[in-house]
């Protein structure tokens, strides 16, 4: 999709199965399981959906899925089924080392495993030409991450890159290249950062964990993950009717169905009008 000078597209890294539970936080399970039926552990499938953005010149990757590093046991639990990033990029004819700049939202296990890669023994970055954004906030929190959530954080996912000197932090919004900027919207995490697109007079916004699915667009649809679930609301109320009002196109990370979607106002809810991102 083309907005202006900008080009992005919509990049599927395979698909993960977390506990729908979970995944919904407050909501009772027979609401939740009317918008994505749950498997007989409880799990729901989501997708893991990533872009691939052309501007200014440079190629940018926002977001890795979960890689191929995981053990047997880990791709039994998270329910990986097997696809890759790779595979995504190289249906566009992108190899790892077109890419100039990933971005990470955040450094969970699903967004950011792809970031590296095994050989000879060694866990080596796995686009050697790029230089790696992430909020200095978290990467610091996935270096001591807390009880509560050390089992989304796994170090050979990013701990590699700053030995590598590929890692460049940021503190805040940020313009990563023309028409592209990231912005820090706190909630899932002390510092995830969303990706807000812009050119042609139109704008794509990519929620990131914070609207995970369109399932997860009413306001108290948050999930029982998020760190900070009542700033999660907060930023819902802020980037939500921000989309509706100004006719944004909404990019899900996680759903399988509906990657993207403008958003409308009916009634006193918000439906997805789902809508292409290729």
Known sequence: MKLGELEFHVVRAGHVRLDGGAMFGVIPRPLWEKKIAPDARNRITLAMNCLLIRAGGKRILVDTGAGDKLNAKLCDIHGLDGHFLGDGLQSRGVRPEDIDIVVNTHLHFDHCGGNTRIEKDKVVPAFPNARYLIQRGEFEHAVEPCERDRASYFPDNYA??????????????????????????????????????????????????????????????IMGYDLYPMTTLENKKRWIPEAVREGWLALFAHDARVPAAYVRERGNQWEAEPASAD
Request: glycine letters at 12%.
């Open 160 to 221: 590699p890159l700053e030995t590598a000197g590929v890692l460049s932090f940021l503190d805040g919004d940020h313009a990563i290249a023309p028409g592209v900027e990231a912005v820090r919207v706190p909630g899932h995490n002390a510092d995830m950062q969303c990706i807000k697109l812009t050119g042609g007079g139109q704008t794509a916004f990519f929620f990131a964990d914070l609207v995970p699915t369109t399932a997860h667009l009413p306001l108290p649809w």
